[in-house]
């Protein structure tokens, strides 16, 4: 039963404690959680009552994981010094991109990249509070590492989609015009509602696409001690982000490339965005009427 080790492994309790709250050796865990043993119906109500849900949920599996780890974390967790400065962005790349790390790679990668970047669940509630750029940076690095591609961190980019539609802003952007004023707007003067970290420039835009430059706000990278804020595979998110744009109006993704980068010795980074011709995208949830 995958619940009951979620369960275990996101509220860190250790081997013995979790023995003593089912009242199994650790063998017979082993022979529970391989479903070849069946959980006691005492062991079940343990469970539930110690985390205070209802033992059909722990059944079914359908526990709010989420709230049970942030419960657990409260009294043991403190933003690292690292993330408590320069928080000019808001949540909600953050909260979707974890959301796209969940859905696509399994709750435990999520929990393991909180972890170590010493980070609480809780952090990823509020879409509209202030947090800062470097979270999203070493989560991705450690994605990297990890052997996630510029493909993915693209993926994740085009994901954020999900998490806008439904906003104030994504409605807005749904009842634009054109594919052009989307993406004009995006990273215009819709911008402050995401982040002041960096700055944005468009180089040309049109009907056909956009050539659009990106650079670190220097306040910002300063007080970040760093020159240029981010790394290739905040770039890689930021192309992605670029290219769902179009789908907002129930249109195809844009095509988007990189051009130059910072991080490769650029000046500046610079994308190419180019609009699809004529192809509607199936977002079940758009309304083409
Ligand atoms: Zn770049």
Redesign the pocket.
């Known amino acids: 039963m995958d619940t009951l080790e979620r369960l275990r492994v996101v509220t860190d309790i250790d081997d013995s404690q979790w023995q003593d709250l089912l009242q199994l050796t650790w063998w017979d865990y082993v022979m529970v959680r391989s479903g070849k043993k069946q959980l006691s119906e005492q062991a079940l109500l343990r469970l539930s009552e110690y985390f205070d849900s209802d033992p059909r949920a722990v059944i079914t599996g359908k526990v709010d994981f989420h709230s049970i780890q942030i419960q657990s974390e409260k009294s043991r967790w403190e933003m690292p010094d690292a993330y408590a400065v320069a928080n000019y962005g808001r949540r909600r790349t953050t909260i979707t991109t974890f959301e796209y790390i969940e859905r696509n790679h399994g709750w435990r990668l999520r929990y393991e990249v909180l972890k170590h970047l010493g980070l609480s669940e809780s952090i990823l509630t509020d879409p509209f509070a202030p947090i800062s750029m470097q979270v999203i940076t070493d989560a991705l690095a450690y994605l990297g590492h990890r052997h996630f591609t510029a493909k993915d961190f693209f993926a994740m980019g085009m994901y954020s989609y999900s998490g806008n539609v439904n906003t104030l802003l994504g409605r807005f952007y749904s009842e634009l015009e054109t594919s052009k004023e989307v993406i004009e707007h995006m990273w215009g003067d819709c911008l402050n509602f995401y982040e002041k970290n960096c700055r944005y420039r468009f180089l040309k835009l049109n009907e056909e696409g956009a050539l659009l430059e990106?650079s670190s706000d220097p306040h910002v990278a300063q007080e970040m001690e760093t020159t240029h804020l981010?790394n290739?595979y905040i770039?890689s998110l930021k192309a992605g982000m670029m290219a769902s744009a179009p789908m907002y109006r129930g249109e195809a993704p844009a095509k988007v490339i990189?051009r130059c980068?910072?991080?490769h010795g650029a000046p500046a980074?610079v994308f190419e965005i180019t609009f699809a011709k004529g192809v509607l995208y199936h977002a079940a949830n758009l309304n083409f009427a």
């Open positions: 990106v981010g290739e770039c990189e980068c910072v991080h980074c």
